[in-house]
Every structure is written in structure tokens, then in C-alpha cells.
């Protein structure tokens, strides 16, 4: 601060005084030191920080400079633009350091990043802001009238709070015949007056005299304090009140009991009677001590009656006086010095601290600063300062008291998002006094956990023939990470199913994992397929991972049984030609079915629905097989029509319906019946239906012999056969996807059959089979074409003429 804003706070008539006063700046040892004068406006400018330090003005804000004061009271501020110290709150030297002739606060001045502390103080000035003041507003002095010229009485010294110059300089008295004034220099008492009597006293002349004593400071204005001096004459007393000691000085703990008598003074008086009782009470006394000591006025016993702080004061300066009857009295000085005691616990205050902090921080990383304060000395003011046991911070001692937190370990979020964090301050007083804090500390979230899945893989079953849309199954990831780190995305990774893309099969809802059926999905086409489900969490950068699902598509009862042999009711005619001489059990004809469904919906069972001559064949359930039930008689009926069912094992059950027709005979020659019966049963469309069954019949053999051929060569061994009309048809002609089940209606290799045909019969397509076996005979099979003479066709062929016969054996 320059000279002229420095004289702006002094007085016009104090230039002299300036010259003391001024503001001034000085970095010692790393501190900063300032002198001001006291009773300083706010707003004051004290000196500028970032000039006396050579900080740049802009990084000082970034730093966030503040000021810590022991006390409650902030005296100074600082300016974090512009880096100016400035006066916070009214400063009254007298009350800061009362008589002390050097008076200072002492403060820190606190920077972050990097951490720094400076200690600043502030040399408190004195100004003549104080008059001096008697204690009492009259002194009454009782006098002997036999008192002798030059007889010397003490007057109470008038104090003035200011310090140096500005203190009492002077004391004057108004005019007086009797008296006159006696001013004197002590390094006790400072500048004290006596009245000395000039002329002596004459009771009967004057009893009573009344004076003015006046004290004058040094400062510029001077200012002036009065009392009144009332003298009464009187008799006799020529001896004063004597202490013992001049000075007493006594030590006390802080926190004494009320009560304590800290210290008794003692004056003794040679007169007699009332002359010689001597009186004590407080000459002077510190404003800020009235309320903390008492004195007994008879035995001179100095009392505690208030909470006496050691942090509040370190000593006190009392003047007693001792005054006898007559008036005549003398003062001592009592020192009463305090000592500390541990009675103040650390107070723990946080100056800093970053929550939430990052889970990826690396450990040594600061997160914080506390400043631990006890205002106990020496040893009760040292602290100790430490965390709870498995905490994730520690504290690193710094500067004065101050402890940085620093990270011991990696954070994870995921196993504690939050710490209570216990800090526990204690001093090394005795006992040792303790204080503990609890710090919340939030751990932020870093997108480091890539979504899992609840499965390692899924598996879905899905009915055939579903509707589009329909769910299929739900998938579902877990990200422990926090919002939208945490937030999964599900999608299908691209992939071909079939040759078409897997979107044209399911699709995926994007937040809630669930696959949904594109189209209706047919088991007889496709049974089961894959797909990659991809879950991405939101975070930056995202991270992903990926499960495999397994779609079954199950089958339903939705194909009808599909009738091979004989072919269905509507679509031809065909004859089957019983022996008369049949017996009981003989194979007539077997129903050949398959069903294009798998399981239970493919097994298929056989009924007789309706039959000509009732009771006379059956067929079984589960082979298809048409067998005789009893022997055939003459009495039975030569054509007989069987209606039959199949019916699969589904829920609800399909089934599909057929006709056997049967001719009873031995006898070519019924052939004419056999073809009127035809008629009647299909009309006038047989003829064509006979030519169409002749070509069927010729293209199946000829196929049917380059496939044996051909499964022969490659070693097939196992071959179905299937009879359409009047052949047996292999399994090779399977119409696709349809399925085998043993015993349950479908295509078996276990029959063997020999086939019959004849040339230029009447009827264009007539058949007679004949089983080698009635029950299950070997598999392989060969084919063998012979010649069958006449006499092996008696009685099948009218006209004797030579048949071509297929052989079909194992």
C-alpha cells in the first residue's frame, strides 16, 4: 500500500504518527508479515498477496486461496481475482493484547494444487482511540489535620488501554492552597500521581476540600480523563496500610473450581482502632477479568467466581489496594498466570474433498484434505490423526495439522459403491483427548464389465405352425455397471439359416431380450436352427458379449395319414383274390400308410370300418395286415368290400379312409362275375382306370429293377418294399419326409410276396398274391423273373396261355 492510501486512516495532526503506522510488506523465512493500524474500515486493503508472492493473479482463483483463523472471528479476507487482502471484521488492538506493547494476529493463508500453507501476520498498531479513565468517578481522602508539610497521598493511577505514547503521559492538578501535585514514572505502575500537602491542614478552618486531577496520554489529539478529590480532615493518623510484598504472582490450572482462592494479599497498619483496620479492594482490573475474580475487602483473599480458559487469556494483571479507616492507602500488584490444561478435544474440519471419485483412481491418488485443530498447547495440542482398519484411504500428514486422503487400493464400484469413511483425531494430552468424523465417500462408475449372460447357452421349443410374432424365448444379460453403463442392448448377430438370412426366421426386442417368431415355422421343413444373440451395454467405449440359442420347432398333428396301399377310396380299383380254401390267419392284403408327422402323431393304427361279411377277416391294429378270421365257406359272399381307417395317434386324432375290395375264388372262369362286379362298383370308368393301372404297373417294374440293381451294386442291403396296385413298391419310393414306424402302420421289409400277371385275360389289371410266409420274413430281397407254364396257371389263366411271373425272395 502506498504512502498516501496509508494516510487516509491517520488523523491530519498524526502525520508523525503515519510515519509508524505505515502498511508494510516483508516475506520472512517463507511467511508473510503486515503492520496496520488498528480500527481499520472493512474493506480495508492490507497488501496484495499475489504481488508479495509473485503468483500470476488468473492461477490464483484455480488454487482456491482461503484464510484459516484459530478463532471464530475472520479478521481478514482475501480477493481470489485479484489476490487482495482486505479487513473483514473490526480489530481493536486493546482487545486483542490488552497492555502488551506487541500485538499481532497470526493466521494461515491456504493454496490447493499443489498444496501450500503460508503463515501470515498482521502487527496490530495502536491508535489514540482511548481516554484515559479513573477507576472511580471520586477519590475520598480522609486527612489528619495533624498531617505534616510534604505528607504524600497515593491517588488511584488512571488507565488508558492504549499502549506507548498514546498511554498516560501526565497528570495535572486544579489550584490548591494545601496541595500540590506529585507525578511519578514506575516500571510497575507506569505514571502515577500523589497530592503533596504544601500547608498544612486546619480542621477548623476547612474540613472539607474538593480538587480536580486531570490525566493526559501523548497522542495526537491528547485526550483527558478527571476524577474528583474529596478531602475531609481529620484527626490524627499518622500511619498508612503496608503489604507484605509489593508484588504477589500466582499459577493456576484453567477450569479451576469457582470459589478457589487463587492468592491472599496482606497489609498491616500500625494505628489502632479504626485507623488501623485496613480495608482491600481492586484498584484496577481488566475489563475481561471482572467476571473471573472476586476479593474478600477483609481478609484480602482473591477468589475464582468465573470459567477461567487458558485459550481465552494466558495471565492477568491486577492492582489491589489496601485502604485504612482514615482513608490512607496503599496498592500492590498481583500476577495470576494460567496454566493449560487438556481439556480441548481436536476439532476436525474437511478443507476438501472429491466425491464421487472414478473406480479406475490408482491408488496414491489424493482425494481430499483435513485440517485437524486443538487449541491446547505444547503437548496437548499435537495431534494424531488416522482411519479405520480396511479403509480404502489413508492420511498422509502435510503442512501444520493438515493430512492429505490418498487411495490405498483399486476402487470397484461394483463390490461398494459408498464408503463410510471414520476419521479419528486424538492428542497426546494426559489423558489424551479424541474426536472422530465420518466422511461419506461415493465411488463413480467406469464402463468395466461387459454384459453376462443368466445361461452359458438357451434352448427354445417351439410349436410348429405358430403365429407370426409369437414369443420364442427371452434371453437376458446382467451388467453389474452403473446407468447407462449398465444399460444392455440386445440384437441378433447376422447369420444364414437354410441359405435365408436368420431376421427372416426371429426377431429380438432390443430392451427386453425376448425373440419373437418372424413366420410360422413348419417342423415337416425345418426342425431346429441357431441363432447368436448379442447384448451391448451404452457405455463409451461399449462393450459387448454373446450366447448361443438353440430353437427346437416340435411337431404337431398336423398331417393326415397318407394311404400308399390300396390307393384311397375314389382314386381306383383294384381286386385282391382269396383262395376258397383259405384258412383261419391267412394274409389276404396289407394297408400300407405313412404319415408325414414324427412321434406319437406318426403312429398309426388300422380299423375295420365296414365289411361285406362281418367276422369273416380282420385286420391288425398296428400291421395293416387284412388275415381271415375263420375258414371261408360255400356260403360266403364271392365279392366282399372292406372299408377301413387309419388313424394316427395325434391330439385330436386324423385319420383318412379306404376300400379293399376282395373276390373269393379259385376259378379264372368267374372272371365275368369279377367284371360286372367291377361295373357296377365304377361304372363305365374302369376300362380307363385299368389302362392307367397297366402303364403304373410297367413303370414301377422297370424302376424298380434299376434301383436293385443299383442297390446292389453299392451294398444296400436293407430296402422297403411298396405295393401300389398289385406290385410291391420299395422304400425308396417313400413319398419325402414321411416317417417309419416300427409296428405303427408305416412301410415294413419283412414281407415277401409273389405277383402274378397274366395276358390276354379279359380284365386289363387283375392280380393274385401269395405270401411265402404268413409272419415276418427277412428283409433282403431279390428279384427273379420265370416262366410259368400252363399248368402252373390252372385255373388263373383261361386261355392256357404262357405268364411272366416276378419273384421277389429273400
Known sequence: MGWKETYWFLKPTAVCFGFVCIISVRLCSGDLRYSIPEEMRRGAVVGKITQDLGIDSKSLSARKPRLDFEGSKRYC???????????????????????????????????????????ITLEIQDINDNAPKFRNEAINLEIQESAHKGSRFSIDEAHDPDVGINAVQSYTLSSSENFVLAVHTSADQGKYAEIVLENELDREKQDRLSLVLSAYDGGSPRRTGTVVINVRVLDTNDNMPIFTHALYEVSVPENTALHSVLVQVSANDADEGANGEVAYEFSYIPPDAESLFSIDQKTGEIKVQGEIDFEESSSYELRVKAKDGAGQAATCKVIIKILDMNDNSPVIIIKSLNTPVPEDLPPGSEVGIIYVQDKDSTANGKIRCSTGQNSPLKLVPSVKNHFTLVTVTHLDRESQSEYNITITASDEGSPPLSSSKTLHLSVADVNDNPPVFEEQSYSAHVKENNKAGSSVCRVAARDPDWRQNGTVVYSLSPSDVSGAPVSSFVSINGDTGVLHAVRSFDYEQLKSFKVLVLARDNGSPPLSSNVSVSVWISDENDNSP??????????????????????????????????????????????????????????????????????????????????????????????????????????????????????????????????????????????????????????RRKSRLLFDGAVAIPSAYLPPNYAEVEGAGTLRSSYNYDAYLTTGSRTSDFKFITSYSDRTLPADLTLKKTHASVEDMEGFDGAGNDSQVWHFTS
Open 77 to 119: 479476507d482475501v480477493n481470489p481475482q485479484s489476490g487482495e487482502l482486505t479487513v473483514n471484521e473490526r480489530i481493536d488492538r486493546e482487545a486483542l493484547c490488552g497492555q502488551k506493547l506487541s500485538c499481532a494476529i497470526h493466521f494461515d493463508f491456504f493454496l490447493e494444487s499443489p498444496l501450500e500453507l503460508l503463515r
Open 562 to 715: 397318407q394311404i400308399l396301399y390300396p390307393s384311397p377310396e375314389g382314386h381306383s380299383f383294384m381286386t385282391e383274390m382269396v383262395p376258397k380254401a383259405a384258412q383261419s390267419g391267412s394274409l389276404v392284403s396289407k394297408v400300407i400308410a405313412v404319415d408325414a408327422d414324427s412321434g406319437q402323431n406318426a403312429w398309426l393304427s388300422y380299423h375295420m370300418v365296414k365289411a361285406t361279411e362281418p367276422g369273416l377277416f380282420t385286420i391288425g391294429e398296428h400291421s395293416g395286415e387284412i388275415r381271415t378270421q375263420r375258414d371261408i365257406s360255400e356260403s360266403d359272399h364271392m365279392k366282399q368290400n372292406l372299408v377301413l381307417s387309419v388313424r394316427d395317434n395325434g391330439q385330436p386324432s386324423l385319420s383318412v379312409t379306404c376300400t379293399v375290395y376282395l373276390l373269393i375264388s379259385d376259378n379264372l372262369a368267374e372272371l365275368p362275375e369279377l367284371k360286372d362286379m367291377s361295373y357296377e362298383e365304377s361304372s363305365s370308368k374302369l376300362t380307363f382306370y385299368l389302362i392307367i393301372a397297366l402303364v403304373s404297373v410297367s413303370t414301377f417294374f422297370l424302376t424298380f429293377i434299376i434301383i436293385v440293381l443299383a442297390v446292389r451294386f453299392c451294398h
